[in-house]
T-cell receptor
Framework: NAGVMQNPRHLVRRRGQEARLRCSPM?????VYWYRQLPEEGLKFMVY????????ESGMPKERFSAEFPKEGPSILRIQQVVRGDSAAYFCASSPNRETEAFFGQGTRLTVV | SQQGEEDPQALSIQEGENATMNCSYK?????LQWYRQNSGRGLVHLILIRSNEREKHSGRLRVTLDTSKKSSSLLITASRAADTASYFCATEPVQGAQKLVFGQGTRLTINP
C-alpha cells in the first residue's frame, strides 16, 4: 500500500505562471488535507476536502488559490499567477475518515523565480 | 502567540543523552501529535496522544499530556545521530476536527 503520493516533488515557476500540485491519497482514503510550510516555520492548514466536496477552506488565501478532489483522480491544489511569496513546501495528507490520524506525503517544493 | 508552540526552538545534545521538547497550546483538543521532519523532507508521524491519555510510549519515545496546563512533552531517550531533525507538535482542536495546528518546531541536533 503506497503512501500519500505528491508530484511533482519540486516545481519552479516564473512570477505570473500557474502552479498545479497533485496529491494521490493512500488507497481507501477519501479525506485529503493541504498544508503549506514557509521556510523555517511549521505547517499551516489550508484546506480539507472529501471526494468532490470542500469541507473546510478557512486556511486558503481568498484569491489565486483553489483546490479540488474529483471523484476520479488526484486532488489538485492550483495557484494562479504565482508570486514570490508563494514559494513554500506544500504538503498533502490523507485519512480514511475524520477520526483517524492523517498520513502526510513528501511534499511539493514550489519555487517562484 | 500561536497554538502549538514548541520549546526550545533549538536543542543540541551529545549522542546518548536524553532530549526533551515541550509544546504548549491554547484551545481544547481531541488529540496531540508529534511529527519529525528531516531537513527538506516530508513529515514522519511519531506518536498520537488523545486528550483522555496522560502518557504514551513508543520505543525510545515518551510523550506526556497535561490538559490542565495545556502542554505536552516529547522525550527521546538514548539519542542517536539519526535523531537529528526538526520535531513538531500538532494539535487537533475540538472545534475543527482534522484541522491540525502545528507549532514552529524544535530543531534537534545530536552531536556524535
Amino acid at each position: 500500500n503506497a503512501g500519500v503520493m505528491q508530484n511533482p516533488r519540486h516545481l519552479v515557476r516564473r512570477r505570473g505562471q500557474e502552479a498545479r500540485l497533485r496529491c494521490s491519497p493512500m488507497k481507501g482514503h477519501s479525506h485529503v488535507y493541504w498544508y503549506r510550510q514557509l521556510p523555517e516555520e511549521g505547517l499551516k492548514f489550508m484546506v480539507y476536502l472529501q471526494k468532490e466536496n470542500i469541507i473546510d477552506e478557512s486556511g486558503m488565501p481568498k484569491e489565486r488559490f483553489s483546490a479540488e478532489f474529483p471523484k476520479e483522480g488526484p486532488s489538485i491544489l492550483r495557484i494562479q499567477q504565482v508570486v514570490r511569496g508563494d514559494s513554500a513546501a506544500y504538503f498533502c495528507a490523507s485519512s480514511p475518515n475524520r477520526e483517524t490520524e492523517a498520513f502526510f506525503g513528501q511534499g511539493t517544493r514550489l519555487t517562484v523565480v | 502567540s500561536q497554538q502549538g508552540e514548541e520549546d526550545p526552538q533549538a536543542l543540541s545534545i551529545q549522542e546518548g543523552e536524553n532530549a526533551t521538547m515541550n509544546c504548549s497550546y491554547k484551545t481544547s483538543i481531541n488529540n496531540l501529535q508529534w511529527y519529525r521532519q528531516n531537513s527538506g523532507r516530508g513529515l514522519v508521524h511519531l506518536i498520537l496522544i488523545r486528550s483522555n491519555e496522560r502518557e504514551k510510549h513508543s520505543g525510545r519515545l515518551r510523550v506526556t499530556l497535561d490538559t490542565s496546563k495545556k502542554s505536552s512533552s516529547l522525550l527521546i531517550t538514548a539519542s542517536r545521530a539519526a535523531d537529528t531533525a526538526s520535531y513538531f507538535c500538532a494539535t487537533e482542536p475540538v472545534q475543527g476536527a482534522q484541522k491540525l495546528v502545528f507549532g514552529q518546531g524544535t530543531r534537534l541536533t545530536i552531536n556524535p
